[in-house]
């Protein structure tokens, strides 16, 4: 089981993982708590939590802090959320600011993830960027144009967008294919509900236009952004 608190009010963050500490040693008064930072953690040590839970070894409590964004053992920890996500073990993922595509690799993993940023704005909710995908979800262009511009404004880069809203499609297009394995249920049930506002050609059009779009973005072509905006405001 995978769970990530990131955010730069650390206060915060530190005190929403001990919370869940306490009470998931007081459901399991056997496990043993171990953690491990960027200076102690090891590629040996999470492959041995990954498994160690068994039939007679207790269940472990494992954080780990500011690792994700760590260069060496960050791309580890990333490739095995997957695992971590379905072992025995509990895993706490302790981070301060992290890039989008991070927290969205989490966010298809995790049981929860909590973001707690350390200024915000007053009577204005924290934005995310994953209320893009439930605005390309539900077809509603206006807002995710409206969306877009604000992710903009968050310094959030039209390539981030670009992957957010790519992976919502992929999503779309495995779960009408029925290929729903391992997907977390809330993905897989927001899936169902957008695949109304689709057909299945509709959705390999867009597929192949974002596709387009980044390979010729990348070539200078079009400027991302601008082709973005556009292919946006076609949906």
């Known amino acids: 089981m995978l769970y990530l608190f990131y955010g730069t009010n650390t206060d915060k963050v530190r005190e929403m993982s001990r919370d869940l500490i306490k009470k998931l040693e007081e459901k399991r008064p056997d496990a043993a708590t171990f953690s491990f930072s960027d200076e102690t953690f090891s590629s040996e040590a999470l492959s041995y939590y990954k498994g160690a839970a068994g039939l007679f070894a207790p269940r472990q409590i494992v954080t780990l802090s500011h690792i994700l964004t760590h260069e060496d053992h960050g791309p580890i920890l990333l490739e095995a959320l997957a695992d971590l996500a379905e072992s025995e073990n509990i895993f706490i993922l302790i981070e301060g600011n992290l890039p989008v595509k991070i927290v969205a690799s989490c966010e298809r993993h995790a049981e929860k993830v909590a973001h707690f940023p350390s200024k915000e704005a007053k009577g204005e909710k924290p934005f995310s960027i994953f209320t893009l995908t439930d605005a390309l979800g539900k077809r509603d262009k206006k807002n995710l144009w409206i969306l877009y511009q604000r992710a903009l404004r968050e310094d959030i880069t039209p390539e981030e967008v670009h992957a957010i809203l790519f992976w919502q499609v992929k999503t779309l297009l495995m779960v009408s294919g029925g290929a ?19 057909s299945r050609e509709e959705l390999e059009n867009l597929s192949l236009s974002l596709v387009v779009l980044y390979h010729d973005a990348r070539r200078g072509v079009v400027e991302f952004g601008i082709g973005l905006e556009k292919l946006l405001l076609s949906i």
Not at 180 to 198: D, I
């Open 180 to 198: 729903t394995k391992n997907m977390k249920p809330r993905v897989l049930s927001n899936a169902r509900a957008f695949l109304k506002n689709f």
